[in-house]
């Protein structure tokens, strides 16, 4: 007669039972399991595994029973509602005697782990679209409020009858001292944005004496969120301290840039800021409210020749009497190349013209 066996794993540091199964070879589906961890972190025993290995322990296979592969389903039924009847946590996610692995997973009543009956889901979605708050009924239910706000919305639970609530809490006039997440009020929003508009405190000190992030302060003077009070003008604000340059320099750089007349090196250094602050300013990613020409993100800046070059080994005197030395007949451009510290090549390109070409 041909048998097979019922196995159990358990965390060899309390020796609890958390995962019965069937194999013919028990110890190699062990060494599978550990595989499986690895490769199929979905399954609720493969996470469990995972995490023993992680915390340097390994998995404890005891054979439960020896039974005929004819018998086999019936036994694993008979251990795994044993064990759980003990108060065993296996992570099994089927009642026992499938073969193979599992294609589907009980949902509601029949999950093993659930948290909620179907009818404490349509009640906490009927107390919820009544109005109550996703942390009330959490409370009511004894679960979390990122739970609680799953199942309202459908994404947990999808198969349970239901009003579900998907409006987000504007639409349902949930916004800003009614909404249960609020921080401030709509006096502190309103005082917040007049401080800002006065010009003597930002973002971040703002931030340090209302008890919010430089961001979040940002997006209330911004508009961006309390958008259902009035926004104050900035435009009297003063200048930040840690500013290089005023909006009328700002306005007069993009001129400049835009003439084509100035290299953004050249730029940089006429109003001493980086050529990198130059590029940010000209493309109107900085100073966007100072106006002025702004100049597309692809334009290209002015093209640097001649002397204006920082690698430049010439200067256009040099440059006039090489071309007058080589077209006398007297002299090479080998010769030219020794004489000036530059290469044959360079020489070559000067004396045809396609190096220097602005000068005459």
């Known amino acids: 007669m041909t048998t097979t066996f019922i196995y159990g794993l358990s965390d060899p540091r309390d020796g609890v039972i958390r995962y019965v199964g069937k194999s013919g070879k028990p110890l190699n589906r062990l060494a599978r399991h550990v595989v499986w961890s690895r490769v199929r972190p979905s399954w609720p025993v493969a996470r469990w595994i995972r995490k023993l290995c992680i915390e340097g322990v390994r998995p404890v296979c005891e054979i439960l029973e020896e039974v005929s592969v004819d018998d086999w389903k019936e036994a694993e039924r008979r251990w795994i509602t044993l064990y759980r009847q003990r108060g065993h946590r296996l992570l099994n996610v089927l009642p026992g005697g499938e073969d193979g692995e599992p294609s589907s997973v009980p949902r509601g009543n029949d999950h ?28 009511l239910m004894g679960v979390s409020e990122s739970y609680a706000s799953e199942v309202c919305r459908g994404v947990s639970r999808p198969n349970v ?4 609530t998907r ?32 010009g003597r405190y930002w973002c971040r000190q703002l931030a340090r004496l209302f008890g919010m992030s430089s961001t979040m302060i940002r997006m209330i003077v ?11 003008s900035a435009v009297g604000r003063c200048q930040h301290p840690q500013a290089k340059l005023t909006v009328e320099g700002v306005k007069e750089l993009r001129e400049l840039a835009k003439a084509g007349r100035l290299t953004q090196k050249e730029l940089a250094e006429r109003f001493g800021i980086t050529a990198g602050q130059v590029s940010y300013i000209v493309t109107g990613k900085g100073w966007k409210h100072a106006g002025g020409q702004i100049l597309p993100v692809g334009h290209r800046p002015l093209r640097v020749t001649g002397v204006r070059c920082h690698l430049a080994k010439l200067s256009e005197e040099d440059v006039v009497k090489i071309r ?18 530059v290469s044959q090549h360079n020489v070559s390109l000067i ?3 396609r190096a220097w070409k602005h000068v005459a």
């Open 167 to 198: 409006k987000p809490m504007q639409e349902v006039g949930l916004v800003g001292s009614s909404h249960p997440g609020h921080k401030l009020t709509d006096a502190q929003v309103g005082q917040i944005r007049e401080m800002y508009a006065t």
């Open 324 to 341: 007058g030395l080589y077209s006398d007949g007297g002299w090479s451009t080998r010769q030219l190349a020794e004489s000036f510290h």
């Open 112 to 139: 093993w782990n659930v948290r909620l009956t179907d009818q404490q889901v349509v009640e906490m979605r009927e107390r919820r679209s009544a109005g109550a708050f996703v942390s009330e009924v959490a409370v």
């Open 161 to 164: 009858g239901g009003p579900l």
């Open 222 to 232: 911004s508009g961006q969120s309390w958008k259902h009070l009035p926004v104050l």
């Open 351 to 353: 004396v045809s013209r």
